[in-house]
């Protein structure tokens, strides 16, 4: 087992793995999410309170920071290798034809990594540790925080940001979905193009998902 | 046809390199890019100045031995070749080449365009093989093998061990190399016996040398000039993954 | 001529092997442990007998040029291997693989070396498939056959084009795994400057390292050679550039003979020479014959027109075009040896007939089997030679006739050696095309391959250790001895004496102009006065070379002008041992045509009378050398004449 972790493979496929699980986590976000746009702030509240308070959810959610840690740690590790593997570089830069995506995954995730903390802060430590900023709760035992939530929606340059990050974290995607099956091994002349489709069009949803999110609360006067 | 030529000259494993500018003149679209360079050599020696070293050998594209980084492209700017196959017609008149040798750090430059490709023979000692020796073996048609299987094996033999792969690599990672001996290897009966430790031992041995990591970008397959294709790297990942959790000995 | 003792063993031809291994000496396992052998070369019969004799437990040294194992030029032998495993069920057995070969060399091959490699040709199929090559399989997971040249069985074993890379990559293989095992040590980027002769035994080589340019001592009980051919002596050759015959010629200078250095295999299907600066030849398969046409324009003016550029090809009208092979050889066709194609290809060239910009090609064309077959089953058989022609010629060959000429391509003279494979120098073998010993005159199609790897996994392992089993008490040999001491000198001197000539021409311009001389006046087509006048033209190049050679650098570290130099210096010697064996043998056979020695329709004609003996020369100084015959004699089969009408 010694092999599976510590050789290059096995850290590709623990990224791999950690990254599939985020993944997933990415879509239960946005389907919370997006109760704000299709529902009402209560609903939205009562979901996001669900998923702060229980048990269950707790063991996930550490299961989830465990996810993110291998991740970014692995992501850094083979990072550092994959340069060190090249001391000296080319004069003329590479004209191969790759996968455009796949060459910018280590700057797609440090973008997404600054955005992670910003959001973490903004969010997540807020309603943890920080109660005394938080607005007043709606219910007993339910934060309210769609109000957080819309109030930084409605900052222009905030919305810009989160944008950006999108679709930063979109073009991360469109490699990585595919990628990580490759990397479990799995490859198949029938099925090896659908993990390709199913995986651009998580991307697009992840994409477009969280940015109608941002631009309708920014643009309708109803919120 | 004329060329403006930035050759990187090192003069050994040790000394500081640097790019040269050559001009060449009066070359036939049809010379292939290493009588271009012989051309150029010839004149060097004419003018008692040292010689261009590059490796080179078979010139038909089957033996490994040209490398070569030309404009950005390991074996130059076409598709499924070694630099030996490689023609002028594919340059303009006039073009600027720069040609650089092969940059990894388990390939160190011995001179000018000259690379240690030896990494890859240690790869294969450490487990790219049947290991039998002579003698004593079945009649070869004891065993048989699926046609499918076969020519699947076949297209992962075909590997001429040039090292492209890793030079293309943005992680100048070997695993196409081992992808596709480790693939040629277990798809046969023959090889099968002995798949696990061969796979857990080659992975490791290539670590050991400082190859990256296989970031599945495909500038490999890309460059390959035998076409060998991301789907063995698959295969590698498959048979490493089943070995590692199934083998009991630590490699 | 007492020295040339064939030692074939006593008995009936099916048991002389049989019987040769069932009473030779053996060598104990901790006895082999103390003895050591050096093999040079890595190609399919170098890297062989390196694993199959780093098994048995000896220890073994191997050396190559290149940077590694895998790049010996068996790696680029197309066609496949030749075994008579009777698969198909066609009638194949030893015995027929051992007349075909014996008959497709003119009968000039031993018959006992080549009945032996007739009887392990089949164990070779079974080596290599437990390895893991990847031969061509049928659909029930059985192995498949193509036939080939010279033989009316199907018993050609192939890995699509690629058959010699398969084979050296299986050998490849075992060699990493004894070396692996610790059984067998590599040197890359080695060239063998000398063998080191002790007590009349061969103890040793002096290597120059092409990294570092050391010159390194390495010592052994017995030393195996397995250099490959001397094709490049024409400079132009389908051979790879770092393909030479220095080794040989070292053995060569140090007491060994070189035998039948005429017969040179000069093969029909090559791309022509296009350009001066042009460095190699490429082959294009024989297979390519099965469904091509080889033809010329019948006039003389029209073959102008196509070479100005004036016509093309596929315009010229049906009844304007001469299918020369069809037409002279009815019976076989395009298919009739590639002796025999070669030199009708050079006749109607030097009649005038020829195409291409020089002049110097013949047509191949597939417009008619395209027409029967379509595009699609010429695509599948030959798609990838097809492309390799286009990616060369920058023509498309499915829509104009390809255009090919001959090209130097194999030699299947070499040392001579014993049935046990050792030189006329006690402990020094030579094996794989390096020997002279199973082709004859001429080589089939599929056998390089098989001998190759016949010497190294199943002869060798075998005569090696017999001849071992007296030197177990010898001890290791020590490279202080003197004359290492003396060998090493020699090599520093000619190294140096090479650089200290400051003339003002390139190696490559003497090499070139050696070549010229050889393909014009000892190529396809020989008489006494080129001969002979080859011979004046290769001593002024000798003088000219002392003279005018220019090698910038020094000795140390990588100097490539260096290396060709030592080389070509060899090339002039085996230029003059090619010559004076093609002048002394005054018949025409297999590769080697005296055109004073032909039918009246100009076929080759033997003279089994006076020249059926393997020619072994012996070197007598610079550019002297004298003649040993062996006789041949042929017991088990009938001599006849080849006729492919």
Known sequence: MANLLTSSIGKKITMSLAGLFLAVFLLVHLGINMLLIVSDTYTFNVAANFMASNKLIKVVEIVLFLGIFLHIIYGIWLQIQNWMSRPVGYAKSNNSQTSFFSKYMIHTAVVILIFLVIHLVDFFFKSKFMKDSMPPEVAPGIEDMATIVIAKFKQLPFVIIYL???????????????????????SHKKYTPCIKTVGVIYALIIIFGYSLIALVIYLSPNY | MDFTLKIWRQENAKAKGRFETYKISNISSDCSFLEMLDQLNETLVDKIEIPICFDHDCREGICGMCSLYING???????DITTCQLHMRKFKDGD?????????????????????????????????????????VPDANSIPVSKKNSDLAMDAAQCIGCGACVATCKNASAMLFVAAKVSHLALLPQGKVEAKERVLRMVRKMDELGFGNCTNTGACEAECPKSITLTNIARLNREFIFAGILSEDKY | MTTLNSKIPKGQLENKWTGYKASQNLVNPPNKRKIDVIIVGTGLAGSSAASSLGAMGFNVKIFCIQDSPRRAHSIAAQG??????????????????????????????????VYRLAEVSNNIIDQCVAQGVPFAREYGGLLDNRSFGGAQVSRTFYARGQTGQQLLLGAYSALSYEINNGNVQMFTRREMMDVVIVDGKARGIIVRNLITGDIERHSAHAVVLATGGYGNVYFLSTNAMNSNCSAAIQAWRKGAFIANPAYVQIHPTCIPVHGDYQSKLTLMSESLRNDGRIWVPKKKEDAEKIRNKQLKAKDLKEEDRDYFL???????????????????AKERCDAGFGVGNTGLAVFLDFASAINRLGKNVIEERYGNLFQMYEKIVDENPYQNPMMIYPAVHYTMGGIWVDYELMTTIPGLYAAGEANFSDHGANRLGASALMQGLADGYFVLPYTVQNYLSSDIKTGAISTTLPEFDAAEKAVKDRLQGLLSIKGKRSVDSFHKELGKTMWNHVGMGRTKESLEKALVVFKDIRERFHKELLIPGTTEGVNIELEKATRVEDYIDMAELITTDALTRNESCGGHFREESQTEEGEAKRDDANYMYVGAWEYKGTGEMTLHKEDLNYENIEVKSRNYK
């Open chain 1, 164 to 186: 950006v990050c999108f679709l930063l974290l979109g073009f991360h995607l469109f490699h990585a979905f595919q990628s990580a099956f490759q990397t479990f091994g799995f």
């Open chain 2, 73 to 79: 492209r390991p074996h130059g700017p076409d598709d």
């Open chain 2, 96 to 136: 600027t080449i720069t040609i650089e040798p092969w940059r990894a750090k388990a390939f160190p430059v011995i001179k000018d365009l000259m690379v240690d490709r030896n990494a890859l023979d240690k790869i294969i000692q450490a487990g790219g093989y049947v290991s039998i020796s002579t003698g004593g």
């Open chain 3, 80 to 113: 496949g291997i030749n075994a008579a495993k009777n698969y198909p069920n066609d009638g194949d057995s030893v015995y027929r693989l051992f007349y075909d070969t014996i008959k497709g060399g003119d009968y000039r091959a031993r018959e006992a070396n």
């Open chain 3, 326 to 344: 069809e037409r002279r050889y009815p019976a076989f066709g395009n298919l009739v040896p590639r002796d025999v194609a070669s030199r009708a």
